[in-house]
Nanobody, 128 residues
Framework: QVQLQESGPGLVKPSQTLSLTCTVSDGLITANYYYWSWIRQSPGKGLEWIGYIDYVGTTYYSPSLKSRTSISRDTSKNQFTLQLSSVTPEDTAMYYC????????????????????WGQGTQVTVSS
């Protein structure tokens, strides 16, 4: 059972950088074939995949958010982090970290669900 926990500020001002951290249980962040994603859901909208970092540290981002997104990891802390720059009120959403194990995917296909485990989510509001 993999446990994920999001953390970070709940309020970010427009034009600033949103930064969230996901803490992973049991040191699994480097386990083979695990893909660690950030996903969000804005009010009244469906889930939107933001990007992932894989078990060797390779990243892949949604084309629509790529210019503003950076995902990194700290293996010593079993954490991976999302940074989304130049935020606007349209970035207000519930942000989730999630993971899946898949030995056969590559590139964008590793973002496709279903996901095996999810964090509880953290609400981020962009407002001045």
């Amino acid at each position: 059972q993999v446990q994920l926990q999001e953390s970070g500020p709940g309020l970010v001002k427009p034009s600033q950088t949103l930064s969230l951290t996901c803490t992973v249980s049991d040191g699994l962040i480097t386990a083979n074939y695990y893909y660690w994603s950030w996903i969000r859901q804005s009010p009244g909208k469906g889930l939107e995949w933001i990007g992932y970092i894989d078990y060797v540290g390779t990243t892949y981002y949604s084309p629509s958010l790529k210019s503003r997104t950076s995902i990194s990891r700290d293996t010593s802390k079993n954490q991976f982090t999302l940074q989304l720059s130049s935020v606007t009120p349209e970035d207000t959403a519930m942000y989730y970290c999630a993971t899946k194990e898949d030995s056969r995917c590559s590139g964008y296909r590793c973002s496709i669900g279903p996901y095996d485990y999810w964090g509880q989510g953290t609400q981020v509001t962009v407002s001045s």
